[in-house]
């Protein structure tokens, strides 16, 4: 039988994460985690994010990508829940942590000299569910 499914509500609040269902409809089957990235092209920020949208399972792991701005030596994360303020993870300057925010330990952040950057995330958890975004300097 199918399952019921809560109202999409992108159209009212943009391009934002899919609704995770509500926690009594059976926690086996809809365990998992909604990601997002800001996928800003190049001609408005000169910063691409990807994927766009992703949902995985808890305990799985996943790599969120960023192109920067050549030239630019610094790239920040960070992540805001849903009804959250923006919270800052990191920043790497040069390919080395510069400033490190409220990044959990299960997270690491590479940057490349080719200006890409990207966020690993390890043993997803509930809580990791958010909006991810990336921007240089």
């Not at 391009?15 to 926690?27: K, Y």
């Not at 001609?43 to 030239?71: E, F, M, N, W």
């Not at 790497?92 to 400033?99: L, W």
């Not at 925010?101 to 490349?112: A, E, L, W, Y």
Request: net charge negative; aromatic share 8%; glycine share 6%.
């Amino acid at each position: 039988s199918e399952l019921p499914r809560e109202k999409d509500q992108s159209s009212e609040q943009g391009d934002s994460c899919p609704v995770l269902p509500h926690p009594a409809m059976g926690s086996r089957l809809f365990c998992c985690v909604a990601l997002c990235l800001l996928g800003a092209g190049p001609v408005d920020s000169g910063v691409t994010q990807t994927p766009k949208h992703l949902v995985r399972a808890r305990k799985q792991q996943v790599t969120l990508k960023c192109s920067y701005i050549s030239g630019h030596l610094s790239v920040f994360w960070y992540q805001q829940a849903q009804d959250q303020g923006l919270q800052f993870l990191t920043e790497y300057y040069n390919r080395e942590e510069r400033t490190k925010g409220n990044i959990p330990d299960r997270f690491s952040v590479q940057q490349f000299s080719d200006h890409r950057s990207e966020l690993n995330m390890s043993s997803l958890e509930l809580s990791d569910s958010a909006l991810y975004l990336c921007a240089s300097s």
